[in-house]
Every structure is written in C-alpha cells, then in structure tokens.
C-alpha cells in the first residue's frame, strides 16, 4: 500500500523567514498526484498546492512552492516570507484513483 | 458557493446509541469519501464512493456504514458508536468528469466524542 510519510512532527519559522517542510511517499505507480494541505485551528482542510506527477516542472502557488524529486519519492513545502497566518497543521498527500493518503502532519509555529 | 456541508459539527453521545453524520455537496461531483482524523495517524479513509449506489471500504471500515442514494449526500452512519471511534471527521468530494485536478474539497468536519 502506498505511504505517505512527514518526518518533521513540528517545525517553527520567524516571520518572514523561509521554512521547508519534507515529505516522502511510496508508490510503484507513474502517475498520481501530489499535494498539501493546511488545516488551521478552525480545521478546516485548505488546499495549498498541487503536483502532477507526469509534470517535470515544481509547482508555485506565490509563496510557497515545491520541490518535486518523482525518483526520489520526495515532495518539499517551501514557504517563504512566512507571514503569522501561516501557522497551522500542514498535510502532505498522495492520490492516485480511489486511493488518498495522508502523512500524519507536521505543525508549524510562526514565531513573530 | 460551492461547498461540502457536514452535519453535526459537533456531537457528545454514549456507546452505544446509534448516530448519524450527514455530508452534502453541491459541486454535482461523482466521487465522495469519509475520513477520519486522529493525533499522530493523519486522515484515514473510511469509506468512498465512485457514484450512486457504489460504495466502497477505504482503509479504516469497521463500526461505519454508508449510503449514497443521491448524488449530493453521502451520509456516514455508526450503528453502535464505540469510544475507539472518538475523533475528527472529514467528508470530501471530488470531480472525476470533465477537467479532473485530483483535488479532493473538504467539509469543515464533525468533532464526534463518544462516552
């Protein structure tokens, strides 16, 4: 089954600096999508950007952006000048058909 | 306003006493699925559904059932809700017609505590 893991359980930035947040997945499969997701505290679930995994080239979404390596199953949040309204459960996804699956999140904490 | 709306948001109930989460979206959207969200595990499929009156077990089925019976809903039932089943729940629906994106668009969840 494909896994979706997010090493970093908690990650802080100072306002307006850059934070990476990582994530890795498994998956035999060539083609799929990518994304990540923000749940602030009202929980609810915010799309932050997406990747096709056919797509050679990084997502942006102003400032925040990825870093998509497909062999090495990797799939990177860059958030720069990381403002106060940033702060929140970040949750890296992977979909391919009827199959979605999570990492367990990573909470970051903007530190004014 | 395109949306997916659970009811309730909240809910305190006892083991045992049968309830039920309703889930509508308005997108005209084929596919819909439930998830739940616990500490530490992320957001795991519990059922989905590809269209009408097809429904199929995600990863985490047992204690749950659900219907679709039109297309907007898709209700999440727990016959004899259980305390393992204390946690955050997500309905979601997603286009698989037309320009497909893959992005799933989320309801603002249902905190279910059961005593």
């Known amino acids: 089954a494909q896994t979706v893991t997010q090493s970093q359980p908690e990650m802080s930035v100072q306002e307006a600096e850059t934070v990476t947040l990582s994530c890795t997945y498994d998956t035999s499969e060539s083609d799929y999508y990518l994304f990540w997701y923000k749940q602030p505290p009202s929980r609810q679930m915010i799309l932050v950007i997406r990747q096709e995994a056919y797509k050679q080239q990084n997502a942006t979404e102003n400032r925040f952006s990825v870093n998509f390596q497909k062999a090495a199953k990797s799939f990177s949040l860059k958030i720069s000048d990381s403002q106060l309204g940033d702060a929140a459960m970040y949750f890296c996804a992977y979909r391919r058909g009827n199959d979605m699956r999570f990492g367990a999140g990573t909470r970051l904490t903007v530190k004014p | 306003e395109a949306q997916v709306t659970q009811n309730p948001r909240y809910l305190i109930t006892v083991t045992g006493k049968k309830l039920t989460v309703t889930c509508s979206q308005n997108?005209?959207?084929?596919?819909m699925s439930w998830y739940r969200q616990d500490p530490g595990l992320g957001l795991r499929q519990i059922y989905y559904s590809m269209n009408v009156e097809v429904t199929d077990k995600g990863d985490v089925p047992e204690g749950y059932k659900v219907s679709r019976k039109e297309k907007r809903n898709f209700p999440l039932i727990l016959e004899s809700p259980s305390p393992n089943q204390t946690s955050l729940y997500f309905c979601?629906?997603?286009?698989?017609?037309?320009?497909?994106?893959?992005?799933?668009?989320f309801g603002e969840g249902s905190r279910l505590t059961v005593l």
């Open positions: 979601a629906s997603c286009n698989q017609q037309g320009p497909i994106t893959g992005e799933l668009f």
């Open positions: 997108m005209n959207h084929e596919y």
